[in-house]
């Protein structure tokens, strides 16, 4: 994780029941809005300000809420805000609104201080609402206009029938916790229904079904492990499978290189175990054969083992391998496809891989070189005309590469380019020819991970508006 990353913000979930007590001060539109959130939970709620807006008055004439009649001071804000859970400044006065979050520090009760990040411990977040279901949407304060139009995606997004589904959960719980005393297999069990019909009845309202869905599951046996080798394509969240994310959310461990960043494992269970196996270039944190071994040994012991690799797994990823090694083992396993590196960063980069102009094939090789230095590749099928030659894991060897190219038939103005961290937000790319690319990448110190793309696809790139780059 990157600094940049970090924030002060801590999101929680506040209860806010008879016993708690919550003050707003101000009496507009504003303080309403905020009056409305705590209104939806049972806490008790005082109002400070002379006046009310007709929403609040309403709310006073029906007795929801407490109303002081009185302009804020130091100390009527501090007899007030003394015993409550939090605090709202919410009038239309800067200086106030400071003063009430001043006051409220000082007794160490949470205080939001109205589109004004600075003087406050806390901030409300864009809320989605299904009853007892929230979900809560936080720029950190630094864009509320964002934040709402991501709750609006949101409302689009959950069923209305989310609330029953909850409540149903709520209620078989106990059920499930005595057939499953032991929290891994409970959850699983949890999983299994969410992920089939039993969720769709629950969320229908029809309770018998989905309760003797639930029955069904609980009774199964959800003891035996698994490994998922899952493809996290080029390095772009975006670009993850949904099947990618389900496996990703319910995994017990995860098995990691180095070509995924970090807002793709931020997507895995945050109670997963996290193992590095990275391979770089000259740097193996674990060799392939010992990478099957805790494959095999953590889904023998009863773990659901998400190998994630970047691209997909069985383009130069040793996926193939692995489930060779699995199957020996008789290791139960799935195996999900990912955008490769080379679909995913060529589309990135606006470079066609194939063009009925003038590239009727695709070759994919691996530029890896041997200890001595040498490629031992093809050269005689690699260096034609009519065709594309990508090359993952070039960077290298592009040297060593062009120079052969040229030499077995490929002209040194025959266009090349090559893309560094693909559809990523810092992608980069150069366009060049054999002649001229290794002297390039040079000067603009490319750095893994990158590929090479050979062929007079480079002549049609079109750089569109959803680029990395645009």
């Known amino acids: 994780m990157t600094p940049s990353s970090h924030s002060p913000w801590f999101p929680l979930v506040m209860r806010m029941d008879e016993a708690a007590c919550a003050l707003v001060v101000g009496g507009g539109t504003v303080a309403a809005n905020k009056a409305a959130l705590l209104l939806a939970t049972d806490a008790r709620l005082t109002v400070l300000s002379p006046t009310l807006c007709p929403e609040l008055t309403q709310h006073a004439l029906n007795g929801r809420i407490h109303h002081v009649a009185k302009g804020a001071t130091p100390e009527l804000v501090a007899e007030h805000a003394r015993h409550c859970r939090v605090v709202f400044a919410a009038t239309d006065d800067r200086a106030i ?33 299904r009853g007892s279901v929230q979900v809560a949407i936080s720029t950190s304060g630094a864009a509320p206009v964002l934040a709402r139009r991501l709750r609006e995606q949101i409302e689009a997004l959950l069923p209305a029938g989310l609330d029953r589904l909850a409540r149903f959960m709520q209620g078989a719980r106990e059920m499930v916790g005595a057939r499953h005393p032991t929290p891994d297999t409970r959850r699983r069990v949890w999983e299994r229904f969410l992920d089939g019909k039993g969720a769709e009845q629950a969320l229908a309202g029809e309770d018998d079904a989905a309760r003797a869905t639930l029955e069904r599951l609980a009774g199964e046996d959800t003891g035996g492990g698994e490994v998922w080798i899952v493809g996290a394509g080029p390095g772009n969240p975006d670009l993850l499978t949904l099947g990618a994310l389900r496996l990703m959310q319910n995994a017990d461990s995860v098995l990691y290189d180095h070509l995924l960043p970090a807002d793709i494992l931020d997507r895995v269970r945050r109670d997963a175990e996290r193992i590095f196996v990275g391979k770089q270039r000259n740097n193996h944190a674990l060799p392939q054969p010992s990478i099957n071994d805790e494959l095999i040994r953590r889904a023998k012991a009863g773990e659901r083992v998400l190998r994630l690799k970047g691209g997909d797994p069985f383009i130069f990823g040793r996926g193939g391998e692995e489930i060779e090694a699995l199957m020996e083992a008789g290791v ?30 695709c070759l994919f090789l691996t530029g890896h070189a041997r200890a001595d230095g040498t490629l031992d590749l093809p050269w005689h099928t690699i260096a034609q005309r009519g065709q594309t030659v990508v090359i993952y894991m070039g960077l290298g060897g592009v040297e060593s590469l062009c120079s052969r190219l040229v030499e077995h038939g490929l002209p040194p103005e025959w266009p090349a380019a090559m893309v560094e961290h693909g559809t990523r937000p810092d992608q980069r790319v150069i366009t ?19 590929l090479i793309i050979v062929g007079e696809v480079v002549k049609h790139r079109v750089i569109s508006s959803n680029s990395p780059e645009a």
């Open 332 to 361: 139960p396993f799935r195996v999900i496809p990912g955008i490769s590196a080379a679909n995913g960063c060529a589309a990135a980069a606006g470079i066609p891989l194939t063009h009925r102009d003038c590239a009727q094939s």
């Open 432 to 450: 060049a020819d054999l002649a001229t690319l290794t002297a390039k990448v040079t000067e603009e110190n490319f750095r893994s991970p990158a």
């Open 97 to 129: 609104n400071r003063m009430v979050a001043a006051t409220a520090c000082e007794l160490n009760v949470p205080v939001c201080a109205v589109d004004d990040p600075e003087p406050s411990t806390f901030i409300t977040p864009a809320i989605v609402r």
